[in-house]
């Protein structure tokens, strides 16, 4: 009895060494494709730089306005590895949100044995819900949260003796890790049926502390959000309430399919 227990832990080891040696494979290929376009892809990300969101609550409208905000210099790069290990993080990052599908299949390959039947047919709005909101929370922060945070840091007691200068690696590293902390925020509602699925967790319990999340939802912004304003802050905050109850509204649906 033993050894059967030892040889399916085994078993359950090796398979995951598979889903896992699978996963990486797709971000190397990737990376391969990603590598050639890092150029590009770093135009794009200088986005937040050169543009603000513009928005009136009393005319009802929202747009991007042209704003250089680095009128006097450009990004440099202080060490001679900076531009190339510059590139190559692009790459990477790029690499694993276009392997992202992948990735939630061999996720989803691997927890699915511990699956009921009828539930085994759901991969495929799994991959598509759990790329999607990664996507949502990505282009949150880039389009709206980074052009807010960019304009508050490099105006911030600007004048006579100070004037910004920033470095492309430390520019690239600050936008990739705040891109992908939203993206795997906002998989909060599938991080949430996966809980209560495994028993740990109930809507009952989830709404019972829903007060204690809007608390640890505007903590979590202020410890992650690069700017100390309170905008900024809720621009988090909110999306993170939000799919709190998303994710209980959805743990609630798959119980109630699961008793039917």
Known sequence: MADTKVMGFMDHLGDLRKKITVSLIAVC??????FSYSEQILKFLM?????????????????FVYEDKLPNTKLVFLSPTEGFWMNMKIALVAALILSLPVIFQQLWSFVSPGLHSKEKKYVVPFVFIATLLFLIGAAFCFYIV??????FLLT????????PMLSVGQYVDFCLKFVLAF????????????????GLVTPQTLAYYRRYSILGAFIIAAILTP???VFNQTLMAVPMIILYEVGIIASRLFVRKETQ
């Open 227 to 229: 700017t100390p304003d």
């Open 183 to 198: 993206g795997v925020v906002f998989e909060l509602p599938i991080i949430i049926v996966f809980l209560t699925r495994m």
């Open 47 to 63: 986005f937040p730089l050169r543009y603000k969101l513009d928005f009136s609550v009393r005319q009802m409208y929202m747009y």
């Open 29 to 34: 290929v990737m990376f391969i494709v990603s």
């Open 156 to 163: 911030y007691k600007v004048g006579e003796f100070m004037m």
């Open 146 to 151: 980074l052009p807010f945070a960019m304009g």
